[in-house]
T-cell receptor, first 111, second 112 residues
Framework: GEDVEQSLFLSVREGDSSVINCTYTDSSSTYLYWYKQEPGAGLQLLTYIFSNMDMKQDQRLTVLLNKKDKHLSLRIADTQTGDSAIYFCAESHSGNTPLVFGKGTRLSVIA | EADIYQTPRYLVIGTGKKITLECSQTMGHDKMYWYQQDPGMELHLIHYSYGVNSTEKGDLSSESTVSRIRTEHFPLTLESARPSHTSQYLC???????????FGSGTRLTVV
């Protein structure tokens, strides 16, 4: 079945870049997403990328997609303490099935 | 601003009680979802709906039921709460799966 894998923890120093990685198994994935969850809150959509794209940049966020290796990454430039949160990768291959979420990566930013 | 609302925000109840968690959205989304999030962060899909009078069970059997009588409303009911139901419950909606979900702020349920 479909599966999305992420490492569970990442710790970076304030001002450094963070890279959160995700792998997925469904080669027919059409859309891939990154969500952010702050403590005590729901998930917030950060960005998404279509499978026919290799890269998408939005201010401090850069998403890279390697379809051959089924690998997705989220790079946060100049990481701030406010970026401390849980980041979820998710994939969709059809508009008629729910998204498949990874287990989330907890990002800790050290001042 | 969030256009999807969950109530209550926090709830502590005794074992065996029946409870309903409310979820409403004002975006006119056809698709709505309920997730259970355990302390280890992982999300488990428990129910979803792709329109009025249409509901499906997700991956996790949570001993809960849902209804979708109106587009904007998707309540989740636990007939008999147990300590194993202690968790955060997240509701989400979407117009379609391609542009992602909008999540509510969640209900944190504690069953004692």
């Amino acid at each position: 079945g479909e599966d999305v894998e992420q490492s569970l923890f990442l710790s970076v120093r304030e001002g450094d870049s963070s890279v959160i990685n995700c792998t997925y198994t469904d080669s027919s994935s059409t859309y891939l997403y990154w969500y952010k969850q702050e403590p005590g809150a729901g998930l917030q959509l950060l960005t998404y990328i279509f499978s026919n794209m290799d890269m998408k940049q939005d201010q401090r966020l850069t998403v890279l997609l390697n379809k051959k290796d089924k690998h997705l990454s989220l790079r946060i430039a100049d990481t701030q303490t406010g970026d401390s949160a849980i980041y979820f990768c998710a994939e969709s291959h059809s508009g008629n099935t729910p998204l498949v979420f990874g287990k989330g990566t907890r990002l800790s930013v050290i001042a | 601003e969030a256009d999807i609302y969950q109530t209550p925000r926090y709830l502590v109840i005794g074992t065996g009680k029946k409870i309903t968690l409310e979820c409403s959205q004002t975006m006119g989304h056809d698709k709505m979802y309920w997730y259970q999030q355990d302390p280890g962060m992982e999300l488990h899909l428990i129910h979803y709906s792709y329109g009025v009078n249409s509901t499906e069970k997700g991956d996790l059997s949570s001993e809960s039921t849902v209804s979708r009588i109106r587009t904007e409303h998707f309540p989740l009911t636990l007939e008999s709460a147990r300590p194993s139901h202690t968790s955060q419950y997240l509701c989400a909606s979407s117009s379609d799966d391609y542009y992602g979900y909008t999540f509510g702020s969640g209900t944190r349920l504690t069953v004692v």
